[in-house]
């Protein structure tokens, strides 16, 4: 079955303590993207990478990084998580290298609290 | 920046009656405009997307209509059901490969 998979699915955390939240894809998709969803802010961009070893910033990257070193898999790091990251976050990939022209697959999304 | 305005945020409309969501952008150059559908507890899915080369798409109950010259684009749905009630977001894909999203409308189908 083809799905992006998030983990974890939700994870209460303090302030500071490093995280990762992993996404993997089993699509072949050359593009992934991370965002983030607040109430009355829609989603918002955090990172995404066209390619292995190519990643860009979004319009939300303070705090965040990513890397790429395999196709499938695009995981989010928080090095020193605060309060203000308390979101739900989506990963997302597209079949085609330039996501401004295809459908965006979601995955399942992850709910992150910051004590 | 770039950014897309989306109006209203929230929409109540009686069973069996349409829907209508605008969206207006800032980028000229974009030439990608889909629409997703979040369902309340789940991901966001895309329900219909539209090209600048063409001004309106049809599926079935829904339709995205796209006005270049006045930078704007509207979702669409007809003889709306129960399961239509969700969140709708509007996307501009833009020359930086990025997709930026409108902040939502929270559509509700009153029975």
């Known amino acids: 079955e083809a799905q992006v998979t998030q983990n974890p699915r939700y994870l209460i955390t303090v302030t500071g303590k490093k995280l990762t939240v992993t996404c993997s894809q089993n699509m072949n998709h050359e593009y992934m993207s991370w965002y983030r969803q607040d109430p009355g802010l829609g989603l918002r961009q955090i990172y995404y990478s066209m390619n292995v070893e190519v990643t860009d910033k979004g319009d939300v990257p303070e705090g965040y990084k990513v890397s790429r070193k395999e196709k499938r898999n695009f995981p989010l790091i928080l090095e020193s998580p605060s309060p203000n990251q308390t979101s739900l976050y989506f990963c997302?990939?597209?079949?085609?290298?330039?996501?401004?022209?295809?459908?965006?697959?979601f995955g399942e999304g992850s709910r992150l609290t910051v004590l | 920046g770039e950014n897309v305005e989306q109006h209203p945020s929230t929409l109540s409309v009686q069973e069996g009656d349409s829907a209508v969501i605008k969206c207006t952008y800032s980028?000229?150059?974009?030439?990608?405009f889909p629409w997703y559908k979040q369902e309340l507890g789940k991901r966001p899915q895309l329900i219909i997307d539209?090209?600048?080369?063409?001004g309106e798409k049809k599926d079935q109950r829904i339709a995205v209509t796209l006005n270049k010259t006045a930078k704007h684009f509207s979702l669409h749905i007809t003889e709306t059901q129960p399961e239509d009630s969700a969140v709708y977001f509007c996307?501009?894909?833009?020359?930086?490969?990025?997709?930026?999203f409108g902040k939502g409308t929270r559509l509700h189908i009153l029975p």
């Open positions: 539209i090209r600048s080369n063409v």
């Open positions: 996307a501009q894909g833009n020359r930086d490969d990025k997709i930026i």
């Open positions: 997302a990939s597209s079949y085609l290298g330039r996501a401004a022209t295809g459908e965006l697959f």
């Open positions: 980028d000229s150059a974009s030439n990608y």
